[in-house]
């Protein structure tokens, strides 16, 4: 099986390398990137018109498994907030993810009761106050979580973009969750036996957390080791570069701003494509028993 993986990985290769074109997935636009700010491709996807703003609808499903690409459904989420509902139980998953386009002079309402949330930052910055009135700036990479029945708010000066995560909170024990606000790059890298990816934990280990938030690098070339196979279930935003996923039996070609919901033993793997870095934001359901 892992022969299969590398032999289409490296068609796919020479296909990326073979293009010329620049109408093609794998030729990348004529805009210099060096320019732009991180994750700008989120928010600024290759397949969305430009008067769309990204809010573009493109998905399709394969045995219990939503691929979207760009943004999805719209509803509003808080005071002068567009929201993109992304992942929903109506498609199985016992979690949401939704993107909040907060625009100028905004603020985020609060999840129903008993609902835990986890904002991550994309684009812009909001100011987040909490019960004791302190309040953080959240700026690009960076992200808070929420313990159910927090009381918290989320404002916008300028523009900001979000993804969130929600779920009703599993409780286990004694064992309770802890308001917590950090960024990517300082969280530490963690060992990958067997791996040669770059992976970030974004939330705790300890049992009291019911799911967590993988962030995973790979340089061009780079792949997963083995195809997996799990109860878990995954939401995925590409955050930056392209590459190749397998869901079940087929092959999807993917690129910053694509999101991926992977329902539980649904076959995964991934091979990074292009010349630069792609990362993904990975939620996964940890420490309960899935009964």
Known sequence: MRSLHLIVFIIISLLVKASKSDDGFCSAPSIDEKTK????KVTNPTLSPSHLQGFQIFSYYHTNVLFSSCHSVSCRIGTNTLGAYLITPAMGS???MYFAK?????SSGLPPK??????????????LTNTSCS????TVDSYAYLPPNFYHSLDCVESATLVVFERRYEHLGSHTTEFIVGSTDKQPLLETPGEVFELRKLLPASLAYDFNIH???FQPGEFLNVKEVHFNQHG????EGQGLYRLGDNWYPVEAGDVIWMAPFVPQWYAALGKTRSRYLLYKDVNRNPL
């Open 37 to 40: 700010p991180i994750y700008w």
């Open 236 to 239: 995925l935003l590409l955050l």
């Open 114 to 127: 008993n609902i835990e949330r986890l904002v991550f930052v994309v684009e812009g910055a909001v100011t």
């Open 135 to 138: 309040s953080q700036k959240l």
């Open 215 to 217: 962030i995973m690098d």
């Open 94 to 96: 016992h979690f949401v």
């Open 102 to 106: 907060m625009k100028g002079m905004s």
